[in-house]
C-alpha cells in the first residue's frame, strides 16, 4: 500500500514532469526522474522487508484476565518475536482502538462478533493509506528477541469486548509504501456490570418451593430433582440410577428392577425475568435495567436464595447460591443485550411474530418473581396466568 507521503510524493513527480515537458523546464524534469527512482527504490525495499518479516514474525496475543467490571482498568498484552536471522526495523502495527467490537451474544452463542466496518473511504488507496496513518511504530527487533505492545481495554461499557485481528506492516525507509506482513490473533473479555446494592433494600417476597421438576414450559431447560431422605414412592429402574437405590424385596417378589425415589427437599428460589424487547426500552433504560438484576439477584444470593434469570426472549439459567452463583449471574448478566425472541418460536407460542415476550421459567405459579422492565413493556410483558403472580419493577 501507498502512505500519504507516497502519495504526495508521485503526486509531486507526475506533476514535474507534465510542467517540466510542457515548458521546457529540465530542472523539473530532472527531480519528476529522482522522485520515480525513489518510488522505484522504495518498493523494492518494502518488498524484501516484507518477505524476511513474514518468515520472522511471531504473534502472541495474552489476556491476564477473561472478566473485568465495568470501569475496572484492564490490559492485553501484544508479544511480537522475531525468530529469524535478521533485524527487523520499519514495522508498524494497526492502531487498536479501531479493532474493538462490544457485542450482547445471549445467555446462548449465537454468532462469533463481527469485525468492526472500516471507515467510509471510497478510494482503497486512501483507506490504506488512512490506516498507516494511524498505526503505531514498533521497537526495532534484533534477530531472537521480542517486545510487548499494552493494549488497554475499554471497559467503559458492558458486554463482549472483541478485539480484532490487528495487522502488522512493514515500510520501506524512506515511508513511501507498506505491506501487511503478519496477523495478530483476536481476543475476548467479558466486561459485567456491578450490582449498586443501594438500590435494593430488601428482598421482594419470595415462596418456598420443592426443588422437583415441575410443568415444563415453552423453551424450559429440564431441570433434575435433587433426592432427600423421605421416601416418596417406587418406580421402575432407568438407565442412570444409582444401584445402591434398588428395592430388593420388589426384585425378589417381581424378578422386576424397581427403585427408591425420595422426595426433594425444599429450597429457596426466586425467578427474575428480564424484559430485553427493545419496544419496551429507550435509550438509558436497558442498563438500567440489567444493574437492577444485578442489585436484586446478588442480594438474594448473598442471602442463600437461587436464583432463576428468564429473559422475554425464551432463555433460561438457574444459578446456585454462593460466591460462585455470583460471578455466574455477573457473567450472564454481561452477556445481555436488546433481543427479540426467535421469530419462529414467538409464533408458536405467543401467535405473534414481533414485540412479543417469550418466557422459559419453570413453576412459575409456585416460586416468587419479579419481573423487571418499563412503563412502555409492563402491560405486554407478561402473560394472563403470570401477571397476578409476579412482582413487577418498573426502570426509566
Do not use: K
Not at 470501569?71 to 511480537?80: D, I, K
Not at 422475554?312 to 436488546?338: D, F, H, K, N, W
Amino acid at each position: 500500500m501507498v502512505s500519504f507521503r507516497g502519495i504526495l510524493l508521485c503526486t509531486g513527480a507526475g506533476v514535474l514532469a507534465v510542467v517540466g515537458l510542457a515548458f521546457g523546464v529540465e530542472e523539473f524534469v530532472m527531480l519528476a526522474i529522482a522522485f520515480a527512482v525513489l518510488l522505484v527504490l522504495g518498493a523494492v525495499a518494502v518488498v524484501w522487508r516484507a518477505r524476511t518479516a513474514r518468515r520472522s514474525l511471531r504473534l502472541e496475543l495474552r489476556v491476564p484476565a477473561m472478566e473485568v467490571n465495568v470501569g475496572q482498568p484492564a490490559v492485553m498484552e501484544l508479544h511480537v518475536t522475531n525468530a529469524g536471522r535478521h533485524r527487523l526495523v520499519s514495522t508498524r502495527i494497526e492502531a487498536p482502538g479501531r479493532h474493538w467490537t462490544v457485542t450482547y451474544p445471549g445467555l446462548g452463542a449465537r454468532h462469533a462478533p463481527a469485525a468492526p466496518s472500516p471507515p467510509s473511504v471510497t478510494n482503497p488507496i486512501v483507506a490504506l493509506a488512512h490506516t498507516l496513518a494511524w498505526s503505531v511504530p514498533l521497537a526495532e527487533l534484533p534477530r531472537r528477541s521480542s517486545t510487548a505492545v499494552r493494549i488497554p481495554v475499554p471497559t467503559a461499557v458492558r458486554g463482549v469486548v472483541t478485539l480484532h485481528p490487528l495487522g502488522v506492516w512493514s515500510e520501506d525507509p524512506f515511508r513511501l509504501f507498506a505491506l501487511r506482513c503478519a496477523v495478530a490473533p483476536s481476543a475476548h473479555m467479558i466486561v459485567c456490570p456491578v450490582p449498586d446494592l443501594a438500590q435494593v433494600v430488601r428482598l421482594p417476597g419470595h415462596r418456598v418451593i420443592s426443588g422437583r421438576p415441575t410443568e415444563a414450559r415453552p423453551g424450559a431447560a429440564p431441570s433434575a430433582s435433587v433426592a432427600g431422605d423421605d421416601l416418596s414412592s417406587l418406580r421402575p429402574y432407568v438407565p442412570g440410577d444409582h444401584l445402591n437405590r434398588l428395592h430388593w424385596p420388589a426384585l425378589a417378589r417381581t424378578g422386576e428392577l424397581v427403585v427408591r425415589d425420595f422426595t426433594a427437599p425444599e429450597a429457596a428460589r426466586l425467578a427474575l425475568l428480564v424484559d430485553l424487547r427493545p419496544s419496551a426500552h429507550g435509550a438509558s433504560s436497558f442498563e438500567a435495567a440489567i444493574a437492577r438484576v444485578a442489585a436484586l439477584g446478588t442480594r438474594a444470593l448473598t442471602d442463600g436464595v437461587a436464583v432463576e434469570l428468564c429473559t422475554s426472549a425464551g432463555e433460561r439459567l438457574e444459578i446456585p447460591s454462593g460466591t460462585v452463583g455470583r460471578q455466574a449471574l455477573m457473567r450472564a448478566l454481561a452477556l445481555l443485550g436488546p433481543t427479540n425472541p426467535p421469530t419462529s418460536a414467538a409464533l408458536r407460542w405467543t401467535g405473534r411474530t414481533s414485540g412479543s415476550a417469550l418466557w422459559a421459567a419453570a413453576g412459575v405459579g409456585e416460586e416468587g418473581m419479579v419481573l423487571i422492565t418499563t412503563d412502555a413493556g409492563a402491560s405486554t410483558a407478561l402473560p394472563e396466568v403470570l401477571q397476578r403472580r409476579a412482582s413487577v419493577e418498573v426502570v426509566r
